[in-house]
Structures are given as structure tokens and as C-alpha cells.
């Protein structure tokens, strides 16, 4: 070989190396960050929108803050909203995934279950929020752990006898799929009877089928409608108390939100105070104090009592002065 062909051969071979070099530093490590530092990604994935979840995406943000953690310097956020569509919340998960994120934050079970699959074989922690029965969801067991916002049922029946001393029956709509609505029904038809109420149910499979679901609850002629956190029911719950308004038939929430727009009252858990629970348990795992897999799910224990004044008026019912004391003014 000439004296030049060997100096081309050798700086080609300087400029390969460099550059594969180079490539191998502006790699992101797993679960980070390039564009930020190799700051840990958190991917946050939200079944659908309406308040209560965005409350619980809120809370979460402010629970990780609250334990010291600053977004942009010790992790940043990938959102994603899946629209209440099961092959989109599916996606996102896969996407978390493949991008080797370093915590998964699920807001509501589906988005939980899908996060849950995608994590399984990485070993990529999941935390959840906005879930009722994480045990008959199978969310308890795993690198998994979060919060339940299981409803205050005895609490809420208590409160439709006294607003509502003559009523008999108590409607509920809710999907048949969604374990948390399935656990709360159980829990309605076990202890409806103490307080004097036959629960009537009407099941549906999607959000489509829920409008009509209410035209035959109305037609029923149930006393009052009790309101779940089924997340295919809450997303057309304007369009439900337009019919129910009508009807004169009082629909009750199960949060503050609900109440906010339209129900006449509720013995409901706060969802930001929910997402702070679980933003401060997901802060211990990012930290490195503690895994998912040894936390155990927790249960928020206190509720309020919400009442839309309004609401309560238009329907011709009564506050009673304890209730009226105690409670939380929730009209808009």
C-alpha cells in the first residue's frame, strides 16, 4: 500500500470512530430523557377526560412536587390521553413501553391494565389512580401499585334517605366490563336493603349505548339515580341529567365534580387529594426508597358531602340543617 493510500485509510478509520462514538453518547438511557438531561420520563396515561381524572392528573403532579421532586430537573412528563378508546389506551402503553420509560402512571383501570401488560416483561413500574378494586382488577399483585378511589357507598345511601325519606329505588347505570362498577353494584345490592332501597341496574358494554340506557331507567320510574365513577357514564353525564332533569328525577354523584355540574348531592372522595396520595408514593419509588412491588395499594379514607344547592331547589328537595352544616357548596 502507498504512503498515501495508508494515511486515507487510517483517518477514514479516525472519522468512523468518532463518529460511532458520538452516537453512542447522545443515546438516552433507559427511562430518561435525552432532550432534557437524561432526565427520568414519567408517562402518564389518562383513559379519557372529564374532571375527576383530570383532578387525579393534577394531584399527582402536586404529590410528586410536594415530596421535594421538580419537573424538568428530576423528571419530566409524557401525557397521553386516550379518548375512552381501548385499542388507543393499548398504544400508549406499548409506546411507554418501547421508549423505556421509567415509571408508568395509569389514571383509571383500563389505562392501569394496558399499562400493567406493557410494563410486565421490562420490569417498568406502574403506579395507578382512580381505581376501585385494584384486587378484582388484578392490579395488586406485581411491580404495581397506587391508589383506589373505592365510594363511600354506606355514606351515600345514608344520605339519599335522608334527602329522599319516601324513596324506594335507587337507579344506577354502569358498564359491564368495568370491574370497579361491577364491585360497586355488589356493594350497592348488598347493603341497599338496610336502608330501605332496591338497587335497579342497567348495564351497557359502551359509551354510545349510555343515553339510551337513561331513557330506560327513566321509563322505570326509579326514585333517584346514584351516579358511579364509570368513566363511560360520567363522559355523557351532561347529556344524562338533561333527561333526568326533565323527568324530575334526582341524580346523586360520587365525586365533587359531579355535583359541580349538575347532581344534586354526593358523599365523595376528593380526586386531587387522591392524585397527591399518589404522587407521594410514586416520589418514593422514583427516588429509589422503595419498589412498586412493595408498596401496598392504598385506599383514600376521607369523604366529603357535596350538595348543589340549585340543583337540590330545582328538584323541590330540602337540605336539612345537619346536612347543610357539614356540607360543601359545590354549584358552579
Do not use: W
Not at 498515501?4 to 483517518?11: D, I, N, P
Not at 375527576?52 to 419530566?76: A, H, I, P, W
Not at 389512580?129 to 388484578?138: N, Q, S
Amino acid at each position: 500500500m502507498s504512503m498515501k493510500k495508508f494515511l486515507a485509510f487510517t483517518m477514514a478509520t479516525i472519522m468512523s470512530l468518532v463518529a460511532l462514538s458520538g452516537c453512542g453518547s447522545s443515546s438516552p438511557q433507559p427511562g430518561k430523557d435525552s432532550a432534557s438531561g437524561n432526565v427520568p420520563v414519567i408517562g402518564i396515561s389518562q383513559y379519557g377526560q372529564h374532571a375527576s381524572l383530570d383532578n387525579c392528573r393534577e394531584g399527582f403532579l402536586q404529590g410528586l412536587e410536594e415530596s421535594g421532586l421538580v419537573e424538568g430537573k428530576d423528571f419530566t412528563v409524557d401525557y397521553q390521553n386516550a379518548g375512552f378508546d381501548d385499542n388507543i389506551t393499548t398504544q400508549i402503553a406499548q409506546n411507554f413501553s418501547a421508549n423505556n420509560v421509567a415509571l408508568m402512571c395509569a389514571i383509571a383501570t383500563p389505562s392501569a391494565t394496558a399499562c400493567f401488560a406493557a410494563a410486565e416483561d421490562k420490569n417498568i413500574p406502574v403506579i395507578f389512580t382512580a381505581i376501585t378494586d385494584p384486587v378484582k382488577a388484578k392490579l395488586d399483585k406485581g411491580n404495581i401499585t397506587g391508589t383506589s378511589d373505592k365510594l363511600p357507598i354506606e355514606a351515600q345511601l345514608e344520605l339519599i334517605r335522608t334527602l329522599q325519606p319516601d324513596a324506594k329505588t335507587i337507579g344506577i347505570l354502569y358498564t359491564t366490563s368495568e370491574p370497579n362498577s361491577v364491585s360497586a353494584i355488589a356493594e350497592y345490592q348488598e347493603k341497599g336493603p338496610s336502608y330501605g332501597f332496591t338497587i335497579e341496574t342497567i348495564g351497557v358494554t359502551q359509551q354510545a349505548e349510555v343515553l339510551q340506557a337513561a331513557d330506560n331507567m327513566i321509563a322505570k320510574g326509579v326514585d333517584c339515580i346514584s351516579n358511579l365513577t364509570d368513566n363511560n357514564v360520567v363522559g355523557v353525564l351532561p347529556s344524562i341529567l338533561e333527561k333526568t332533569n326533565e323527568a324530575g328525577i334526582p341524580v346523586y354523584g360520587s365525586e365533587i365534580e359531579q355535583v359541580k355540574i349538575g347532581c344534586v348531592a354526593s358523599a365523595g372522595i376528593d380526586y386531587v387529594l387522591l392524585g397527591k396520595q399518589t404522587g407521594a408514593m410514586a416520589a418514593k419509588i422514583l427516588k429509589g426508597e422503595a419498589k412498586a412491588e412493595e408498596l401496598p395499594y392504598e385506599t383514600i379514607t376521607s369523604f366529603d358531602t357535596y350538595i348543589n344547592s340549585k340543583a337540590l331547589a330545582d328538584m323541590g328537595m330540602k337540605i336539612p340543617a345537619d346536612i347543610a352544616e357539614k356540607a360543601i357548596e359545590a354549584a358552579n
